[in-house]
């Protein structure tokens, strides 16, 4: 079974506007860390945001937010007031506990186009 | 501070050749991973070197092997290339403090073609 999924291949936003990118994970470990990433044309991974399983309160990091719905196994990417810069494959990732030392698993990505 | 290096960017090789690529972490991060980036199979973990130790392996074959030196530089090799080989490689370093709350910061990436 897939341990992330990320449903939207491809998604249009228009510029300025708000665009939420979904996300879905599985994993029996209590604790675990949930991280978003961007990946322009150039190839470079950039790290957004990250959400602990313990933490309280939602993730966020200027224009990024995480929605995470534990319960639901959701932490979806809130982007705000979205940029043509913003235009870029994003990914959902997950890491679990000390056994999987140095991995994280990723998502099949959504490629976002912010139209002008 | 600087970010993730990766040489060389780009790769051209042939089939049967072999090939070394080379990643420098974030000063003071220990736990370098590698991972292999293709359109058919998306990203997948390769190997995690810390403290010039293998900690953890993915499901590749032998061909592919690495190594960490003791400044925490690491290099990826890869035997008898195949057309399947062909990918982006990307090296990821961390602080590995925790590991389920440690970021894994990524280099550029060598984009690899095997003809």
């Known amino acids: 079974a897939q341990k992330i999924t990320q449903t939207q291949p491809g998604m249009f936003v228009q510029e300025k506007e708000a665009v939420t990118l979904d996300c879905t994970y599985d994993t029996s470990d209590p604790s675990y860390g949930l991280f978003w990433y961007k990946q322009p044309s150039s190839g470079e991974m950039i790290f957004l945001i990250y959400?602990?399983?313990?933490?309280?309160q939602n993730a966020t990091e200027g224009r990024y937010s995480l929605n995470f719905q534990k319960a639901r196994k959701s932490a979806n990417l809130v982007i705000s007031a979205s940029q043509l810069g913003d235009s870029a494959m994003y990914f959902c990732a997950m890491r679990e506990d000390n056994t999987n030392a140095g991995k994280s698993t990723f998502g099949d990505g959504t490629t976002l186009t912010v139209k002008p | 501070k600087a970010g993730v290096t990766q040489t060389p960017r780009y790769l051209i090789k042939t089939r049967g050749q072999q090939v070394t690529l080379s990643c420098s972490p974030i000063?003071?991060?220990?736990?370098v991973s590698w991972y292999q980036q293709t359109p058919g199979q998306g990203l997948q973990f390769l190997f995690e070197y810390f403290s010039e130790t293998q900690r953890n392996k993915g499901n590749f074959p032998g061909r592919f092997s690495g190594r960490q030196f003791s400044n925490s530089r690491s290099e990826m090799n890869v035997s008898t290339l195949e057309l399947g080989d062909s990918a982006l490689y990307l090296c990821?370093?961390?602080?590995?403090?925790?590991?389920?709350?440690?970021?894994?910061?990524f280099g550029p990436g060598t984009r690899l073609t095997v003809l």
């Open positions: 000063s003071g991060h220990r736990s």
């Open positions: 959400q602990g399983s313990y933490d309280q």
């Open positions: 990821a370093s961390s602080l590995s403090q925790v590991e389920n709350t440690d970021t894994q910061y």
